[in-house]
């Protein structure tokens, strides 16, 4: 076998080889230059590597010491709200939230801290500038609990945050609300809101706080609420703005409406923080035993105060039962109307005044049901005009009784002047034969003024229906927009006193309307009636009256409810027109005075009040002679 052994080419080629890749090395390989650069660079590079690392080391020895003071701030907090609360920390990780609830007449809004109503919206209704209506927002209405705790802790459930829920119970939608000191042990607000009511129930109730609670302390309640303006004047609407109560026995009475007022009242079953056509009422399921309540006027300026008309407060105490609370309580928000408040009974329909004594019951009993029928088939403003006729045809009678009193007494008038002439001197002796003649006749002076008083109710009862009737809220006849409000046909560039910064149409109707109505009367009593000795001059001061009464009309019903403006105007015309007919197509003058002229020849039987003045008028002249003789 032949042995392998390296020649001469091989070794040539090897070192070749050799050759080129030493030199290949050397040609690649970087110059002083490019070796500083590197150096450059990888120092930068070293320096970042290191920063990075020195801030993952700070990163990862910052997170630790947040992770070890996390429980020690967390510690501290607990043990403040501890310190704070009490037992009731245990619901310190509550959230404060705003929780909305609605049916068809209601949008609520609700608070979890304190847990009261953060909003309430009328959803039927709007303002004066077509905006929505909301009783409560913004903060102008609280309600508060304040009670202490065994561990002598004062707590006002208005700072604390309450847990919620909200869930169903058939058609009824609950709301509950919860203060919780351990799982089966709280306070508890609960809201019962019902389909399409301005009605809900509120329930406030505590669980196994029989040894929270201290006894000694009294539970206060306290609700309050700044009522927001929303007519056109908020001068008019804020007259008939008041806090209006209702005992236990029926009885309502009310705070005073033109300024500041306080009052402490006993057995109070409802309170009703009544605003013009709104109210907000809390009714309680037993009377409260004592309520301190207090109503303060926000409105100095009408042009300054323009967003509250009145601030309201009622200040009371729950009872305990067995060391916890058991309170059954309605939360009313809706119209001020009587139909509606009717319906959920405890007398609520009273909180509407409709004027004093007999005032209210004609209110109530006549106009308010007549109204309400006409208002069912006509337009509300044809409804007045109609109402109007009727009440007018209705008190025809009186207005002929009163006529018919003047012209006897204008029939009569040559005689009294002949008697005031015969006696004019003995001014006793000519007041006695005034008085039989009259007497005789049938014309005594009191048959025109009883006529005249017993309209007077009627007219106070109209007074005051209107401005508080509901039904005419918005509502639009010929060019007044608002029957419940004015009736602006133009703006004044200044604020006139007394009278307003606009024109109303109707009172300068109605104004006009008195005026010629009062021309006509005023005539015919200054024909008739002569001036009585010892009495004011009744001509004279009806002759001013011309012009009074039409002044007073136009200055003081420029704000008022153009409904009452409206009856006014429609009332007056109508009674120009059955004076007129009584004038000239039912008395007949000559017929009159042959009555008076029989009436004469009759005796006539004195009644007492005759006989008693007549006593009195003799013993009046014994007196006036026996004075004379001692002056002689």
Same mark, same amino acid.
């Given at each position: 076998?032949?042995?392998?052994?390296?020649?001469?080419?091989?070794?040539?080629?090897?070192?070749?080889?050799? !050759?080129?890749?030493?030199?290949?090395?050397?040609?690649?390989?970087?110059?002083?230059?490019?070796?500083?650069?590197?150096?450059?660079?990888?120092?930068?590079?070293?320096?970042?590597?290191?920063?990075?690392?020195?801030?993952?080391?700070?990163?990862?020895?910052?997170?630790?010491?947040?992770?070890?003071?996390?429980?020690?701030?967390? +510690?501290?907090?607990?043990?403040? @709200?501890?310190?704070?609360? !009490?037992?009731?920390?245990?619901?310190?990780?509550?959230?404060?939230?705003?929780?909305?609830?609605?049916?068809?007449?209601?949008?609520?809004?609700?608070?979890?801290?304190?847990?009261?109503?953060?909003?309430?919206?009328?959803?039927?209704?709007?303002?004066?500038?077509?905006?929505?209506?909301?009783?409560?927002?913004?903060?102008?209405?609280?309600?508060?609990?304040?009670?202490?705790? *065994?561990?002598?802790? &004062?707590?006002?459930?208005?700072?604390?945050?309450?847990? $919620?829920?909200?869930?169903?119970?058939?058609?009824?939608?609950?709301? +509950?609300?919860?203060?919780?000191?351990?799982?089966?042990?709280?306070?508890?607000?609960?809201?019962?809101?019902?389909?399409?009511?301005?009605?809900?129930?509120?329930?406030?109730?505590?669980?196994?706080?029989?040894?929270?609670?201290? $006894?000694?302390?009294?539970?206060?309640?306290?609700?309050?609420?700044?009522?927001?303006?929303?007519?056109? $004047?908020?001068?008019?609407?804020?007259?008939?703005?008041?806090?209006?109560?209702?005992?236990? !026995?029926?009885?309502?009475?009310?705070?005073?409406? +033109?300024?500041?007022?306080?009052?402490?009242?006993?057995?109070?079953?409802?309170?009703?923080?009544?605003?013009?056509?709104?109210? $907000?009422?809390?009714?309680?399921?037993?009377?409260?035993?004592?309520?301190?309540?207090?109503?303060?006027?926000?409105?100095?300026?009408?042009?300054?105060?323009?967003?509250?008309?009145?601030?309201?407060?009622?200040? *009371?105490?729950?009872?305990? *039962?067995?060391?916890?609370?058991?309170?059954?309580?309605?939360?009313?928000?809706?119209?001020?109307?009587?139909?509606? @408040?009717?319906?959920?009974?405890?007398?609520? !329909?009273?909180?509407?005044?409709?004027?004093?004594?007999?005032?209210?019951?004609?209110?109530?009993?006549?106009? %308010?049901?007549?109204?309400?029928?006409?208002?069912?088939?006509?337009?509300?403003?044809?409804?007045?005009?109609?109402?109007?006729?009727?009440?007018?045809?209705?008190?025809?009678?009186?207005?002929?009784?009163?006529?018919?009193?003047?012209?006897?007494?204008?029939?009569?008038?040559?005689?009294?002047?002949?008697?005031?002439?015969?006696?004019?001197?003995?001014?006793?002796?000519?007041?006695?034969?005034?008085?039989?003649?009259?007497?005789?006749?049938?014309?005594?002076?009191?048959?025109?003024?009883?006529?005249?008083?017993?309209?007077?109710?009627?007219?106070?009862?109209?007074?005051?229906?209107?401005?508080?009737?509901?039904?005419?809220?918005?509502?639009?006849?010929?060019?007044?927009?608002?029957?419940?409000?004015?009736?602006? %046909?133009?703006?004044?560039?200044?604020?006139?006193?007394?009278?307003?910064?606009?024109?109303?149409?109707?009172?300068?109707?109605?104004?006009?309307?008195?005026?010629?109505?009062?021309?006509? *009367?005023?005539?015919?009593?200054?024909?008739?009636?002569?001036?009585?000795?010892?009495?004011?001059?009744?001509?004279?001061?009806?002759?001013?009256?011309?012009?009074?009464?039409?002044?007073?009309?136009?200055?003081?019903?420029?704000?008022?409810?153009?409904?009452?403006?409206?009856?006014?105007?429609?009332?007056?015309? %109508?009674?120009?027109?059955?004076?007129?007919?009584?004038?000239?197509?039912?008395?007949?003058?000559?017929?009159?005075?042959?009555? &008076?002229?029989?009436?004469?020849?009759?005796?006539?039987?004195?009644?007492?009040?005759?006989?008693?003045?007549?006593?009195?008028?003799?013993?009046?002249?014994?007196?006036?002679?026996?004075?004379?003789?001692?002056?002689?």
């Amino acid at each position: 076998m032949e042995e392998k052994k390296l020649d001469t080419k091989s070794i040539i080629g090897f070192v070749l080889i050799f !050759g080129i890749l030493l030199f290949m090395m050397w040609q690649n390989s970087p110059t002083e230059a490019e070796l500083a650069e590197k150096a450059k660079q990888e120092q930068v590079e070293k320096d970042k590597k290191e920063e990075a690392e020195k801030e993952t080391s700070t990163a990862t020895l910052n997170t630790s010491a947040e992770v070890n003071a996390a429980p020690i701030s967390d +510690s501290l907090q607990q043990i403040a @709200l501890q310190n704070k609360l !009490g037992a009731f920390a245990y619901n310190a990780n509550a959230k404060e939230e705003v929780i909305t609830v609605e049916n068809e007449v209601l949008k609520l809004k609700f608070n979890t801290k304190g847990a009261y109503l953060a909003e309430v919206e009328l959803k039927k209704h709007v303002d004066s500038k077509n905006e929505s209506i909301y009783l409560i927002k913004e903060n102008n209405s609280s309600f508060n609990l304040n009670f202490g705790t *065994t561990d002598n802790r &004062i707590l006002n459930t208005k700072d604390l945050i309450f847990n $919620s829920k909200v869930f169903k119970n058939g058609e009824n939608t609950i709301v +509950s609300f919860k203060l919780n000191v351990s799982a089966n042990q709280f306070l508890e607000y609960k809201y019962i809101i019902k389909p399409s009511e301005y009605m809900m129930d509120f329930v406030i109730n505590s669980q196994g706080l029989d040894q929270v609670l201290n $006894s000694s302390k009294t539970v206060d309640l306290d609700w309050s609420l700044k009522a927001y303006s929303y007519d056109q $004047s908020i001068s008019y609407e804020n007259r008939y703005t008041e806090l209006v109560y209702n005992y236990e !026995g029926g009885e309502v009475n009310e705070l005073s409406i +033109s300024g500041d007022d306080e009052e402490e009242e006993q057995e109070v079953k409802w309170l009703s923080f009544k605003q013009h056509f709104f109210s $907000s009422i809390l009714v309680s399921d037993k009377a409260f035993e004592k309520v301190k309540m207090a109503s303060k006027n926000l409105v100095e300026d009408e042009k300054v105060d323009t967003l509250f008309t009145k601030h309201f407060n009622a200040k *009371t105490s729950l009872a305990l *039962t067995g060391n916890n609370i058991n309170q059954n309580f309605k939360f009313y928000f809706g119209p001020s109307e009587r139909k509606t @408040l009717e319906e959920y009974g405890d007398n609520l !329909g009273e909180s509407i005044y409709y004027g004093w004594g007999i005032f209210g019951w004609i209110n109530k009993f006549l106009f %308010i049901p007549l109204f309400g029928f006409l208002s069912q088939y006509l337009p509300y403003g044809i409804a007045i005009i109609v109402m109007t006729v009727l009440i007018k045809l209705a008190m025809s009678f009186v207005q002929y009784k009163q006529y018919l009193s003047q012209m006897k007494l204008k029939i009569l008038k040559p005689e009294l002047d002949a008697i005031k002439e015969k006696h004019k001197n003995n001014k006793m002796k000519a007041q006695q034969e005034t008085m039989a003649l009259q007497s005789k006749a049938g014309a005594s002076p009191l048959s025109g003024c009883l006529p005249a008083l017993i309209q007077m109710p009627v007219f106070y009862a109209l007074f005051s229906f209107f401005p508080v009737a509901f039904a005419l809220r918005q509502k639009k006849f010929l060019w007044a927009e608002d029957l419940s409000s004015y009736d602006e %046909i133009a703006k004044l560039p200044i604020d006139v006193p007394l009278y307003g910064d606009h024109i109303s149409l109707f009172p300068i109707l109605a104004a006009v309307a008195i005026f010629f109505y009062m021309k006509l *009367t005023t005539g015919q009593q200054q024909m008739s009636a002569p001036q009585q000795e010892g009495m004011p001059d009744m001509a004279k001061m009806m002759k001013y009256m011309i012009y009074f009464a039409p002044l007073m009309m136009l200055v003081f019903f420029n704000n008022y409810a153009s409904g009452l403006s409206l009856y006014y105007f429609v009332s007056n015309l %109508i009674s120009i027109g059955i004076l007129l007919v009584i004038k000239h197509f039912i008395l007949d003058e000559d017929k009159i005075l042959s009555k &008076i002229e029989v009436n004469k020849t009759k005796p006539k039987k004195e009644n007492r009040f005759q006989k008693k003045m007549k006593e009195i008028m003799i013993e009046a002249e014994k007196q006036k002679q026996a004075q004379q003789k001692n002056k002689k």
